[in-house]
């Protein structure tokens, strides 16, 4: 199995950026698409955005589109989320996870988790 642990957290104003980092350790890091999903206050936890195991293939929810990227760097075992043009709805608690299988943002499910960084856009 993997651990994922999240970092890059904080607060930030609404337009700003912020790169959330999330290192893996344990198995092979290559033999998992990972994926980031967020969580805010009194709602569901949803898909954010996903990237296969090469990093060729990439997804993203509807509302972050334009605005964030995934990205991985397999020699690093790290998994990034570019956040851009950050607004305030984009608050949450952001959670790294990881799964063997590569799907599609709308059918997202994954194994493994991280324990989530919190995200907080202020207006």
């Known amino acids: 199995q993997v651990q994922l642990v999240e970092s890059g957290g904080g607060l930030v104003q609404a337009g700003g950026s912020l790169r959330l980092s999330c290192a893996a350790s344990?198995?092979?890091?290559?033999?998992?698409?990972m994926g980031w999903f967020r969580q805010a206050p009194g709602k569901e936890r949803e898909p954010v955005a996903v990237?296969?195991?090469?990093?060729?293939?990439?997804d993203y929810a509807d509302s972050v589109k334009g605005r964030f990227t995934i990205s991985r760097d397999n020699a690093k075992s790290t998994v990034y989320l570019q956040m851009n043009s950050l607004k305030p709805e984009d608050t949450a608690v952001y959670y790294c996870?990881?799964?063997?299988?590569?799907?599609?943002?709308?059918?997202?499910?994954?194994?493994?988790w991280g324990k989530g960084t919190l995200i907080t856009v202020s207006s």
């Open positions: 996870a990881a799964d063997m299988v590569y799907r599609p943002i709308s059918i997202l499910r994954m194994q493994y």
């Open positions: 344990g198995r092979t890091f290559t033999s998992y698409a």
């Open positions: 990237i296969n195991r090469s990093g060729i293939s990439t």
